[in-house]
């Protein structure tokens, strides 16, 4: 089993820049694909962005690419979401994911492990 915890969260103003962190509780997390999701008042959670378990390879949802940037600290159990630009319609929660199921096109269509979530809010 494995804890997924997120930290970084909070409310910004548009235009500002976050990074989330997803710590994990224990080593075997190196193994794994992770990612973030995030869900919308009112809205299905949706994928955001994913890693693969060594780091060489990422993938983006079309929505937010160009301005996210996921990356990983094998040595500290952690991957990191760096969001630049924050726009109002970023609010959500985000929640931290983690995969032991093939890369395939990195939209971690199975997910093992979910995180707690912690909420963003971008004001205008």
């Known amino acids: 089993q494995v804890q997924l915890a997120e930290s970084g969260g909070g409310l910004v103003q548009a235009g500002a820049s976050l990074r989330l962190s997803c710590a994990a509780s224990?080593?075997?997390?190196?193994?794994?694909?992770m990612g973030w999701f995030r869900q919308a008042p009112g809205k299905e959670r949706e994928f955001v962005g994913s890693?693969?378990?060594?780091?060489?390879?990422?993938a983006y949802a079309d929505s937010v690419k160009g301005r996210l940037t996921i990356s990983r600290d094998n040595a500290r159990d952690t991957v990191y979401l760096q969001i630049d630009s924050l726009k109002p319609e970023d609010t959500a929660v985000y929640y931290c994911?983690?995969?032991?199921?093939?890369w395939g096109n990195g939209n971690l269509a199975r997910v093992d492990y979910w995180g707690q979530g912690t909420q963003v809010t971008v004001s205008p």
């Open positions: 890693i693969n378990w060594d780091g060489d390879m990422t």
């Open positions: 994911a983690a995969s032991g199921g093939p």
């Open positions: 224990r080593r075997a997390s190196i193994s794994l694909a």
